[in-house]
Nanobody
Framework: QVQLVESGGGLVQAGDSLRLSCAASGRTFSRYAMGWFRQAPGKEREFVAAISWTSILTYYADSVKGRFTISRDNAKSTVYLQMNSLKPEDTAVYYC????????????????RGQGTQVTVSS
């Protein structure tokens, strides 16, 4: 089992930045690819970003490319999502996800998922 706990969400204004964190515990964190999904009210879940266990490969949704950066610290069993130039359309619950495959994460599937953290961007 892998337990994932997100933190760092909040209410910000358009143009501001936030950094989300996801602390993992349980099985060997470093073996898992990690990712972030988001879901806004009334909308389908959306892939945001993913990172391989080596950090060599990263993937982003077109909607966040150039504004968001995913990173990880395997020594701390933590994955981060730095979000810059936030827009109102980024408002959603953000979920941390873990899977052995970045491709699985990109397809919005995962072996483990956190409870989510709310990000609200006001205009």
């Amino acid at each position: 089992q892998v337990q994932l706990v997100e933190s760092g969400g909040g209410l910000v204004q358009a143009g501001d930045s936030l950094r989300l964190s996801c602390a993992a515990s349980g099985r060997t964190f470093s073996r898992y690819a990690m990712g972030w999904f988001r879901q806004a009210p009334g909308k389908e879940r959306e892939f945001v970003a993913a990172i391989s266990w080596t950090s060599i490969l990263t993937y982003y949704a077109d909607s966040v490319k150039g504004r968001f950066t995913i990173s990880r610290d395997n020594a701390k069993s933590t994955v981060y999502l730095q979000m810059n130039s936030l827009k109102p359309e980024d408002t959603a619950v953000y979920y941390c996800a873990a899977d052995l495959s970045t491709q699985t994460l990109r397809s919005l599937s995962c072996e483990y998922r956190g409870q989510g953290t709310q990000v609200t961007v006001s205009s």
